[in-house]
């Protein structure tokens, strides 16, 4: 096991769509949370997406019917779909992983981050 890594991450205009994965490699046994997170300047990290181990996805209300997030297990990588994008979705994203299925928005409670991956979008 060891630290995720994000990429895909680039610049869009607003309106566009962007597709960012993941390597979870060792991340996926057992029930587990695999999460998205993400950070403009000066604020907190911000839930986006959440998938469980059962297949259970979570959205927060401000990307719900623009973005997706998805599993390969085959390929041990995790996805977000990113459309529609606005300025306001400007941001370090993160991949998130943790064990167990409890309290999976919380970003404290995950204990392996990749670096990051920025996100820009311009009107």
């Known amino acids: 096991q060891g630290p995720l890594m994000e990429s895909g991450g680039g610049s869009v205009q607003s309106g566009g769509s962007l597709r960012l994965s993941c390597a979870t490699s060792?991340?996926?046994?057992?029930?587990?949370?695999l999460a998205w997170f993400r950070q403009s300047p000066g604020t907190e990290l911000e839930n986006v997406a959440v998938?469980?181990?059962?297949?259970?996805?979570t959205y927060a209300d401000s990307v719900k019917g623009r973005f997706t997030i998805s599993q390969d297990s085959a390929k041990n990588t995790l996805y977000l779909e990113m459309s529609s994008l606005k300025p306001e979705d400007t941001a370090m994203y993160f991949c998130a992983a943790r064990s167990g299925i409890m309290g999976c928005i919380t970003y404290s409670r995950y204990g392996v981050w990749g670096r990051g991956t920025q996100v820009t979008v311009s009107s």
């Open positions: 060792g991340h996926t046994s057992g029930n587990y949370c």
């Open positions: 998938i469980d181990s059962r297949g259970v996805r």
